[in-house]
């Protein structure tokens, strides 16, 4: 019997799996200790500033923070000054600081499952967060030189904090967030993205990949299609919140075996109130049934979330009792 581990090697690599990997089971989703002094912890209605020096909200109602852009509180109102008006987050720290991080890497069994640091707002995220989203997007066509001297500054920091942890930790996955597009679309067009964000991506994964980590996971619950043609290149192993708007079963044909695709379920369709696992076990077998070998290769089926879990509590619990169950027909 394979390890949830091993059956996921298995299916990314297109071998023997014994069943559909369950959501996030193949990875321990552990904290770092430079990620978890950034931020206080958020109280419902109530502004508050992170390390970064970003104003952040928790709204009611809502399912996780968002940073406040508006003019009171935009961080970077000019990025050609970015460098007087950001601050830059603590990267060292004391081993007794480290120790109960060190910790919980350490009480993994990783014949079981990766060790895998939940990393948050990769550098595009970053971008919109420090200026809103409109400046970002219109900064790279009209500031483009300023805009590619705060990338490096980001990547430059995001491989420090990386160092530290690999110093700590040793992870063997990593679980990165940075949403790349709307659900129809790309943020940028594919040249912009090679411009801009390839090579910050390339020295950031590349420094993991050369340091131990195995598999990189890398979160964006939107459109990326017209962006898989970079993924290789920056070191992406498994893209996870991938929509049905990018017609998986297309992306598996042409890049199974060197990406592997996990989710399928939008959670913005399937995350709701009133779900019941029927409507999830048909919206599961529709996408099995329309993917190549039934989604038993180069395929994680999956809500689009990222991280394990769902705004309204029942549905993740519902779906990993419908992907067990398919599991056993499918793979009988």
């Not at 940028?188 to 964000?197: L, T």
């Not at 709701?272 to 048909?282: I, R, V, Y």
Request: net charge negative; hydrophobic share 35%.
């Amino acid at each position: 019997m394979l390890t949830k581990r091993e059956n996921f090697l298995e299916t990314m690599h297109g071998g023997n799996p014994e069943h559909y990997v369950d959501n996030f089971e193949y990875m321990t989703l552990v904290f770092d200790c430079i990620s978890a002094h950034m931020n206080p912890k958020p109280e419902v209605g109530v502004p508050y500033q992170n390390a970064w020096g970003v104003w952040n909200l928790l709204a009611e109602g809502e399912p996780g923070v968002m940073p406040l852009t508006d003019d009171e509180h935009k961080l970077i109102t000019d990025v050609c000054e970015w460098k007087d008006q950001i601050n830059t987050p603590q990267i060292m720290y004391s081993d007794e600081d480290w120790a109960p991080f060190e910790q919980m890497a350490k009480d993994v069994d990783r014949r079981e499952t990766f060790v895998a640091p939940f990393l948050g707002n990769g550098i595009f995220e970053k971008l919109h967060y420090f200026m809103g989203m409109e400046d970002a997007m219109c900064n790279l066509y009209e500031e483009p030189e300023a805009m590619h001297d705060l990338i490096d500054y980001i990547s430059d920091w995001e491989v420090k904090q990386a160092e530290e942890i690999v110093k700590h930790m040793h992870p063997d996955a990593i679980f990165h967030h940075d949403d790349w597009g709307t659900q129809r679309n790309s943020f940028m067009a594919p040249e912009m993205f090679e411009e801009f964000i390839v090579p910050a991506y390339e020295k950031i994964y590349g420094f993991w990949k050369e340091n131990g980590v195995e598999v990189i996971v890398h979160h964006s619950d939107s459109y990326c299609a017209n962006l898989l043609k970079y993924f290789p290149q920056i070191h992406i192993d498994v893209w996870q919140g991938v929509l049905d708007t990018n017609d998986i079963p297309k992306c598996i044909e042409e890049w199974g075996g060197k990406i592997t695709f996990m989710g399928g379920l939008n959670n913005g369709i399937y995350d709701k109130p009133d779900t019941t696992e029927e409507k999830l076990e048909e919206g599961f077998r529709n996408l099995l049934d329309s993917c190549p070998n039934q989604g038993k290769h180069y395929l994680l089926p999956g809500l689009t979330m990222g991280e394990p879990g769902s705004v309204f509590k029942d549905v993740y619990p519902m779906a990993t009792k419908v992907i067990y169950k398919l599991s056993k027909e499918y793979f009988a």
